[in-house]
């Protein structure tokens, strides 16, 4: 079945630093590509998302890549802040699914001082 | 969380009790869905609906069904609750329609605990 694959699991950065989390999927019907951030006993929150005709997007700090061909997307985040911390999740549509997502395991970024 | 809530936002319940959860929204959004987070495998959808009285299994639908009566409200029933149930559940919703709009909102969140 469909798969997201998110890695890694965990990252550890210095403040002011970059961070990059990278996520593979298999469905190639797949067009709709979200990120989420949550925040320990919250909801995920959408911060960014790209769709299968564009290859880069970009809010502030905070960029998406996305290679169609070899089915792979990415999250950016540049000059950390503490208030980055939290656990972030990538997720695919589903081909012909009405927009049902499957989500990668998520990554625990922590920013440090 | 985009008009979102969902009560209870805590329960702890016996093994074998029913249990319904709700989630209601004020977005008019046409789209709502139930996941569950567990530990070491993020969010996986459970049932979802796409209009009132509409609704489809997900993932891991085994032992919950849904309702959907009203535009607003989407209710999660476990008939009879186990310890395997034991996850946090949030509630989604997306506008859906012929522009595509993919974007889901979660709501805050219910921890469940079947003892």
């Known amino acids: 079945g469909e798969n997201v694959e998110q890695h890694p699991s965990t990252l550890s950065v210095q403040e002011g630093d970059s961070a990059v989390i990278k996520c593979t999927y298999s469905?190639?019907?797949?067009?709709?590509f979200p990120w989420y951030k949550q925040e320990l006993g919250k909801g995920p929150q959408l911060i960014i998302d790209?769709?299968?005709?564009?290859g880069e997007k970009k809010d502030q700090r905070i960029a998406v890549t996305l290679n169609k061909t070899a089915k792979h997307f990415s999250l950016h985040i540049t000059e950390t802040q503490p208030e980055d911390s939290a656990v972030y999740f990538c997720a695919a549509s589903i081909g012909g699914s009405q927009g049902n997502l499957i989500f990668g395991k998520g990554t625990k970024l922590s920013v440090k001082p | 969380d985009a008009g979102i809530t969902q009560s209870p936002r805590h329960k702890v319940t016996e093994t074998g009790t029913p249990v319904t959860l709700r989630c209601h929204q004020t977005?008019?959004?046409?789209?709502m869905y139930w996941y569950r987070q567990d530990p070491g495998h993020g969010l996986r959808l459970i049932h979802y609906?796409?209009?009132?009285?509409?609704?489809d299994k997900g993932e891991v639908s085994d032992g919950y069904s849904v309702s959907r009566s009203k535009t607003e409200d989407f209710l999660l029933t476990l008939e009879s609750a186990t310890s395997s149930q034991t996850s946090v559940y949030f509630c989604?919703?997306?506008?859906?329609?012929?522009?595509?709009?993919?974007?889901?909102?979660f709501g805050p969140g219910t921890r469940l605990t079947v003892t």
């Open positions: 977005e008019n959004h046409r789209y």
């Open positions: 469905d190639s019907a797949s067009n709709y």
């Open positions: 609906s796409y209009g009132v009285k509409d609704t």
């Open positions: 790209i769709r299968s005709n564009v």
């Open positions: 989604a919703i997306s506008e859906g329609g012929s522009r595509g709009t993919y974007e889901q909102y």
